[in-house]
């Protein structure tokens, strides 16, 4: 969020998730990290998982962004053409975030470049009322994610586990 907005912990304490066989995959995770190394089993198993699990995000986004060709000049780029989606190792400063724990390996991001019209657009101003794109995107899409990245992580393990190899970017 822009500087100046803040945003509470609890922005999705409404979501519940129930998880089931972690220690399991604990074991296999630190199986193939000890066999592979860290950096390697984070950037062959989770970084292709979270790039996957960010991707439902990002089109969602695109796609709720208001646009108005009749308004839109063609020599500027929109803010819809900034959206980018990825996984990384956080560094310092995204580590000191409340959102990333200081232990997670890698994080997925989407990202966007926006100045005051885009802040305006999503909460609103004096002249015009909000017209929320980054929160409803990524609501309406957690399951998605979900779904993408354990599809991805039970595939990758799965493969780790038979053929003791994993393939990813």
């Not at 926006?114 to 609501?139: I, M």
Request: aromatic share 10%; hydrophobic share 35%.
């Amino acid at each position: 969020y822009p500087r100046g907005f803040v945003v509470a912990k609890d922005d999705f304490s409404w979501y519940s998730l129930k998880i089931e066989g972690v220690s399991e995959l604990e074991k296999v995770l630190i199986e193939m990290a000890e066999d592979l190394g860290y950096g390697k089993a984070a950037n062959k198993v989770l970084k292709p998982a979270l790039r996957s699990a960010v991707e439902p995000v990002r089109v969602r986004l695109y796609q709720s962004i208001p646009y108005d060709r009749s308004k839109h000049r063609r020599d500027t780029p929109h803010m819809r053409d900034s959206i980018r989606a990825y996984a990384k190792q956080p560094n310092q400063k995204e580590q000191r975030s409340i959102y990333v724990d200081k232990n997670d390996a890698m994080i997925g991001v989407v990202e966007i470049k926006t100045d005051a019209r885009g802040v305006s657009q999503e909460f609103g101003n004096a002249r015009t009322s909000p017209q929320p794109y980054l929160r409803s995107a990524l609501e309406s899409q957690i399951e998605p994610a979900l779904t993408r990245f354990k599809g991805y992580l039970s595939y990758a393990l799965k493969q780790y586990k038979t053929k003791g190899i994993v393939t990813g970017k």
